[in-house]
């Protein structure tokens, strides 16, 4: 089963997409991980990568696509497949099906993850994590039981990320609805898209994915 899941930032793709992977026997394909794989790569993909992202420039779709290309190639074909981030235009998604086709895949299911943004500001803007092991907090939904003390490891260093700040964030929601929102009537042609309310608990939205992929 091959599917992708939409949704902007802070929406949730991420941590579903790793619990399917571990439920399911899928392997998640996220574009930001597939691009730090890829530049460390001795390889002419790679190198061209590494030179894009040094120069600042974003990354065009013919280098993302070669990307997915060349994952699925690496892939068992009865490997399900969790696009993550991927695609986010129209040429994108024009991009995916040719790849599919070539590889044998169909896609199943496009799933949106729909957000409050007054919420998602507040979720994002809110979350931290343990400088030393990566355990995430937030200041008001997941405090350390013990103020200032991780509970995985115990370290007293913590760091939130720079862009998580309200301004940025709106600008993401904006970035979504203007770019990759879009792509979603071309799915919804075909009868594969299904919206689920990404605010509720981890729990529910999993069990909601679930229910849809069974």
């Known amino acids: 089963m091959n599917i992708i899941l939409l949704g902007p930032p802070g929406a949730g793709k991420g ?3 790793g619990s399917l992977e571990a439920r399911h026997g899928m392997v998640q394909l996220s574009t930001g991980d597939m691009l730090r794989e890829t530049r460390k790569a ?3 993909l790679g190198r061209q990568v590494a030179d894009v992202m040094d120069s600042g420039q974003l990354v065009s779709d013919e280098i993302v696509s070669a990307m997915i290309d060349a994952k699925l190639g ?3 074909q009865t490997t399900g497949a ?3 981030g991927y695609p986010r235009t129209e040429a994108q998604a024009v991009s995916l099906d040719a790849i599919l086709t070539r590889h044998g895949r169909s896609l199943d299911h496009v799933i949106e993850l729909g957000v409050d943004e007054d919420a998602l500001v507040d979720r994002i803007t809110g979350r931290y994590t343990c400088a030393n092991c990566g355990a995430g907090y937030h200041d008001r939904h997941k405090q350390p039981e013990k103020e200032g003390v991780c509970d995985k490891c115990g370290s007293e260093q913590f760091k939130r990320r720079a862009d998580d700040n309200e301004e940025t964030v709106r ?3 904006q970035e979504y609805r203007g770019k990759t929102a879009p792509i979603l009537p071309i799915y919804e042609a075909r009868g594969i898209v299904t919206r689920v309310n990404g605010m509720d608990s981890i729990d529910v939205v999993t069990a909601a994915l679930d229910a ?3």
């Open 15 to 17: 941590t579903q997409a």
């Open 42 to 44: 001795n390889t002419e």
């Open 74 to 76: 690496s892939m068992p």
């Open 171 to 173: 600008q993401r929601m």
């Open 82 to 84: 969790i696009f993550d």
């Open 212 to 214: 849809i992929l069974t």
